[in-house]
T-cell receptor, first 113, second 113 residues
Framework: NAGVTQTPKFQVLKTGQSMTLQCAQD?????MSWYRQDPGMGLRLIHY???????DQGEVPNGYNVSRSTTEDFPLRLLSAAPSQTSVYFC????????????FGSGTRLTVV | DQQVKQNSPSLSVQEGRISILNCDYT??????FLWYKKYPAEGPTFLIS?????DKNEDGRFTVFLNKSAKHLSLHIVPSQPGDSAVYFC????????????FGSGTQLTVLP
């Protein structure tokens, strides 16, 4: 049981480049979310999904897109990378609305130069 | 404006003593609170939670206290151990269908041997 798997672990992008951060879970969890962690600001919600085909915006969605074509995968796309998107990105999942203990992936450290 | 605040960025405690981590919130719609623990280069892991209908929840060495009138919660770790050294995040869930986490900025706990 791998839990929540994020790839890559590290990435350096040039301003304007696009890329996709991958997230997969093997726990048959319905709820999945993407967070970014910045110094002094905790984790902030970017986008989330309550099931396949259903996504919604979080607190800081600008510059990011998501889709949820399967229960297992929830990729995060950076459309045109900016230095302000330099951060550590975490994907998380939970089983259902009554189970609040999210399982987090180990993170992707992204640097935009 | 941060709805969940952890005003102490860091805390140092001697091994065997009590660690008390504090968290304040402003949103009256929050009805469930969680603490997460995070080691470097890892994702946060769920530690303990409390519903707003309770004022205390214990799990081994960890106890969370909730004071709804003061919009304040605290995590007590007794006795503290060097392995408890990590960043601790307070998080809250608001009532409603989305039920997404709002995190505080975290407190770095260092337990000195």
């Amino acid at each position: 049981n791998a839990g929540v798997t994020q790839t890559p672990k590290f990435q350096v992008l040039k301003t304007g480049q696009s890329m996709t951060l991958q997230c997969a879970q093997d726990m048959n969890h319905e709820y999945m979310s993407w967070y970014r962690q910045d110094p002094g600001m905790g984790l902030r919600l970017i986008h989330y999904s309550v099931g396949a085909g259903i996504t919604d915006q979080g607190e800081v969605p600008n510059g990011y897109n998501v889709s949820r074509s399967t229960t297992e995968d929830f990729p995060l796309r950076l459309l045109s990378a900016a230095p302000s998107q330099t951060s550590v990105y975490f994907c998380a999942s939970r089983k259902d609305p009554t189970n609040y203990g999210y399982t987090f992936g180990s993170g992707t450290r992204l640097t935009v130069v | 404006d941060q709805q969940v605040k952890q005003n102490s960025p860091s805390l140092s405690v001697q091994e065997g003593r009590i660690s008390i981590l504090n968290c304040d919130y402003t949103n009256s719609m929050f009805d469930y609170f969680l603490w997460y623990k995070k080691y470097p280069a890892e994702g946060p892991t769920f530690l303990i939670s409390i519903s707003s209908i309770k004022d205390k929840n214990e799990d081994g060495r960890f106890t969370v206290f909730l004071n709804k009138s003061a919009k304040h919660l605290s995590l007590h770790i007794v006795p503290s151990q060097p392995g408890d050294s990590a960043v601790y995040f307070c998080a809250a869930l608001s009532s409603g269908s989305a039920r997404q986490l709002t995190f505080g900025s975290g407190t770095q706990l260092t337990v000195l041997p």
